[in-house]
């Protein structure tokens, strides 16, 4: 829609004299009114919005994307200047912009505006000679990396050299203290590299590129490169970074090979793209409402778009859509039953938990159709609120170039360089914004890194846990709030739900079910009372009994890692919910892997089967 203008945009104004246009203006164009938009909330899809999902172009994004960001559905390249919509939409954060023509002359991924601004050669690929590509080194500047000044990197353990004598590492050793955690692993995830860290701290720290990437790693830093061409398409942004290094021109740095995406011989047949996602939302819908299907499921869409960084002005842009499934026996009714919330992708690199939230989705509609005794007993006797995707534009991000993103995409400040919020430490329930200074400053240091806090008390905006300094401040987290509140565009409006009685949020990896309170009670909140310990443990232990998880009674408090902030919190406190969270296995059995998703489409079945099993559990206990 065009914006509007200062004379009314209508076709009798046409033609009138001066003085009768001037009335029309100064009356407010009172024959004209415009509407009054609906507040935001969860609202009923378009009819036509399903046909919005398909890519008549082919240049990676939806028509519906295309209609929210002004190009052209028609056209694969709307600007003319060689680089696709959706290239240029997936490069946003450098500058690349699908409405504006862009010039990147050694096509190394950085424009030519961008580089003179960095002083670095738009004609170089390297500007500095150290064989790290300006991309690659322009990506890793918060690990040291340099792109006019030769960057060293002796251990290539994945930080620049001059950065780790500033921190107090070793240059020449991969892992300084010994402890099992990489100086990178570290210092990426915001601890300080001199600290011993131990356990809980795999949901910060884990792995997220391949085990073929692990093996090259390791050749690099005995001074081998035989592998470089096999992986190279692994590679984080591997349209612009992969070429480079197959061909032999560029080495990767560490940092980049440790930021990889997934092995594309194995991953993009689960792990898919989320207009795949969303169109298989789209077909539960359109099958399960009465024909052919029985009418179980609803389908609803948060009216507000996300935030994605960014135009060719470093500003946020419209991004994906979240959307919303309820299954019931009766779904355009608010029964008498208790009202499940079940929620997947808060955190990005987290990508089996939008495989367990889809499975879900898939085979209890089915099972019921198929007349499974279990299936309609659940589906008959509760209403299950899905929201199968939290963070879409995270999940596009780790899926498709940078497996180890955690955030969402929004860029919240000029100066932010790792861009984002964590959707997980945004929630209005003991926000980190409500301790004082002086109480974030005395946090141990794994539980300020925790929650985006630096070391003086403040905020962090390139953490990977930034909480942002308001609650509540991001679309993906308006959007649950909007669930928990009822705020529906629909006909029964705040009555669509009663409340919602118990609540799961999915996340990877270490294999646990536990409950609030994530952190210590801030005064003048309480802790726990028996009956809620109770009330809360009998679905954690129907969850574990059923999956062979551990069961965790008060989240992660016992091991030393505090979480303001978190949906789970929120839940119970805010909504009064029978909330539980689920760090689900990396792998299917036995021995806790150390990756954030399983690496073959064999292990993510299995463990999307396995949650299966215990989410059925878990909803069978729920009260009314």
């Not at 720290?205 to 470089?228: D, F, K, V």
């Not at 298989?280 to 819908?285: G, Q, S």
Request: glycine share 8%.
């Amino acid at each position: 829609m065009k914006k509007s203008t200062f004379i009314c945009n209508s076709t009798a104004s046409v033609g009138l004299p001066l003085v009768a246009l001037l009335i029309l203006v100064l009356a407010g164009c009172a024959t004209w009114p415009r509407p009054t938009p609906a507040p935001t909330g969860w609202d009923s899809p378009n009819p036509e919005a399903a046909q919005l999902l398909i890519d008549t172009d082919q240049d990676g994004l939806s028509d519906d994307r295309e209609s929210m960001l002004g190009t052209n559905p028609q056209l694969p390249d709307t600007d003319g200047d060689g680089f696709a919509d959706g290239f240029e939409v997936e490069h946003g954060e450098f500058r690349f912009d699908p409405l504006r023509p862009t010039t990147d002359s050694d096509r190394d991924g950085l424009p030519d505006p961008l580089e003179r601004e960095l002083g670095s050669s738009p004609t170089n690929p390297d500007s500095d000679g150290d064989r790290y590509g300006d991309f690659d080194e322009y990506l890793n500047r918060l690990n040291g990396y340099d792109l006019i000044r030769p960057t060293e990197d002796r251990d290539f353990d994945g930080l620049a050299d001059d950065l780790e004598n500033r921190i107090g590492s070793s240059p020449d050793r991969v892992d300084s203290n010994g402890d099992g955690i990489t100086d990178f692993q570290a210092h990426h995830a915001g601890f300080p590299v001199n600290e011993e860290l131990t356990p809980p701290m795999a949901e910060l720290i884990g792995i997220t590129y391949s085990r073929e990437m692990a093996s090259a790693i390791e050749e690099m830093r005995a001074g081998r490169r035989g592998t470089l061409a096999s992986i190279a398409e692994q590679l984080p942004y591997p349209a612009v970074t992969s070429p480079f290094v197959r061909d032999g021109v560029l080495d990767p740095s560490a940092a980049l090979m440790q930021r990889a995406v997934h092995n594309p011989t194995n991953s993009p047949a689960f792990y898919r793209p989320y207009s795949e996602i969303v169109t298989d939302l789209f077909a539960l819908r359109n099958h399960f409402d009465g024909s052919p299907g029985p009418d179980i499921v609803r389908l609803f869409v948060w009216s507000a778009p996300t935030q994605n960084c960014c135009d060719g002005e470093a500003r946020n842009r419209p991004g994906e859509r979240i959307y919303l499934l309820k299954i019931s026996d009766n779904p355009h009714v608010n029964e008498n039953e208790p009202e499940v919330a079940l929620m997947g992708m808060h955190h990005a690199r987290e990508l089996i938990t939008v495989t367990i939230t889809m499975n879900l989705a898939k085979t209890l509609t089915a099972e019921y159709e198929a007349g499974d005794a279990r299936a309609r007993d659940i589906v008959d006797g509760n209403e299950i609120w899905l929201l199968p995707v939290v963070n879409p534009n995270g999940y596009e991000r780790a899926r498709a170039v940078q497996a180890d993103w955690r955030k969402n995409t929004r860029r919240v400040s000029p100066t932010q360089v790792d861009l984002g919020v964590d959707l997980n430490r945004n929630y209005s329930e003991g926000h980190a914004t409500l301790l004082t200074t002086a109480q974030r400053a005395a946090l141990s240091s794994i539980d300020r890194t925790s929650n985006g806090i630096t070391s003086s008390g403040g905020f962090d905006e390139n953490s990977f846990q930034y909480p942002h300094t308001s609650p509540i401040s991001e679309v993906e987290t308006q959007a649950v709030r909007g669930l928990g509140l009822s705020h529906f565009n629909t006909n029964l409006g705040r009555e669509e739900l009663d409340g919602i009685g118990c609540s799961l949020s999915w996340h990877s990896f270490t294999g646990l079910i536990g409950h609030p309170l994530g952190h210590d009670p801030i005064p003048p909140d309480v802790d726990l009372t028996p009956a809620e310990r109770t009330s809360l443990g009998t679905l954690t232990a129907a969850f574990a009994s059923v999956t062979a998880y551990g069961d965790h009674t008060d989240q992660w408090r016992h091991t030393n890692y505090a979480v303001y902030g978190d949906s789970e919190d929120w839940w119970f406190r805010d909504r009064g919910s029978l909330s539980t969270f689920v760090e689900a296995y990396s792998i299917a059995e036995g021995r806790v892997g150390d990756s954030f998703y399983p690496p073959t489409a064999a292990e993510a079945d299995a463990v999307a089967k396995n949650n299966y099993e215990g989410v059925l559990a878990l909803i069978r206990e729920c009260p009314l």
